[in-house]
């Protein structure tokens, strides 16, 4: 994944190679924006781009170094995430660990990252570290980066990858040349998933809807999230106005965890929209097997409170995946204030 292969991010990839060819890189970049939108595509293809023997500054994603990046074993490039993320890659088992795989990046992971920074590069002209979820860095952690920031090794570049910079200390960020990634458009998704992962244009369409603009997230979609998506839905439907004991229930069973909260928040997301969309006489929408269903319920709710139901929805989605709180009540407190209009 060479920095031209970066798709739907061409702001950041712009500032990259214009950095790489007028030899004005920084020492640290802090890529900012949504999971799997290109981030560590373009950390890649940055570290390629120092590396690659054949176009050098630019990376042709063929040559030696550069498949080596691409496959994660180069001795220039260190790789740094929390335990947990790399037993979720299979590049580490549960049994390399004598604890619960750990969420956070330890300050140990930080003070190794920080001997291998010490030696000379092996084969190209630059190191790279590249920190995968860098939010998830501890704050001792972070205090013992920050040195690295401070005093870079010569010859380093430092790029952090993050879904929620807010989460790293301002001293963290203000030291780093911030490179912001943007979601991807359900246009853009859609054909991805089509052209790349080999999606029917129906199957595509839905999944990027409900992907949040995210294309990691359009993959780990599968035929069972699919179909639950017409149960969320439905429920949704069929909850009463006049009593709140149904509501709880909904909020129960789908906010037992973060990721099902997660999950059933975006598929109301696309559906409070859809209504929308047919309150409003429009077509093309995103639950296009429910049609008849996203009718009916326009005619349900007046004009004005459909607005108000897609920013209560959005609220809701934006406190879950920022962690604030327990899913279970965001998703309580949202269908009082829905049921409420
Ligand atoms: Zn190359």
Not at 58 to 73: K, L, Y
Not at 142 to 149: D, E, G, R, S, V
Request: aromatic share 4%; hydrophobic share 45%; charged share 25%.
């Amino acid at each position: 994944m060479t920095l031209a292969a970066v798709t739907g991010q061409p702001r950041a990839i712009e500032a990259l190679r214009a950095a790489l060819a007028s030899g004005t890189l920084h020492h640290a970049y802090l890529f900012a924006g949504p999971a799997g939108v290109g981030k560590e595509a373009a950390a890649i293809g940055l570290a390629q781009a120092l590396a690659c023997e054949k176009q050098p500054g630019v990376g042709c994603g063929e040559c030696g170094p550069c498949r080596r990046i691409e496959r994660r074993n180069h001795p220039d490039v260190t790789w740094v995430m929390p335990e947990a993320e790399q037993v979720a890659r299979g590049l580490a088992g549960r049994s390399d660990f004598d604890h619960t795989p750990s969420r956070e990046i330890k300050v140990d992971q930080i003070r190794a990252l920080q001997e291998r920074l010490a030696y000379r590069a092996l084969e190209a002209p630059r190191k790279v570290a590249i920190v995968v979820e860098a939010q998830a860095l501890g704050t001792s952690a972070q205090n013992a980066f920050l040195k690295t920031l401070e005093e870079p090794p010569s010859g380093t570049v430092l790029v952090l990858l993050a879904s929620a910079p807010d989460r790293l200390l301002p001293t963290m960020r203000s030291r780093c040349a911030r490179i912001q990634f943007g979601p991807l458009s359900r246009a853009q998704l859609a054909q991805r998933l089509e052209a790349e992962h080999s999606l029917d244009a129906g199957a595509a369409q839905l999944a990027a809807s409900l992907a949040g603009g995210s294309l990691a997230r359009a993959l780990e979609l599968d035929a069972e999230q699919l179909g639950r998506r017409r149960e969320v839905i439905e429920q949704f439907e069929a909850l009463p106005r006049d009593d709140a004991r149904p509501w709880f229930k909904f909020a129960e069973e789908f906010g037992d965890s973060r990721e099902a909260a997660e999950e059933c928040l975006r598929v109301l997301a696309t559906w409070v929209r859809d209504v929308a969309v047919a309150g409003a006489g429009g077509a093309s929408p995103v639950n296009a097997d429910l049609v008849e269903l996203a009718r009916g319920a326009a005619a349900k709710v007046p004009a004005a409170a459909l607005h108000r139901r897609q920013s209560l929805v959005d609220q809701a989605l934006v406190a879950v995946s920022e962690r604030n709180g327990s899913p279970r009540l965001q998703l309580e407190r949202m269908l009082i204030e829905l049921m409420a209009r």
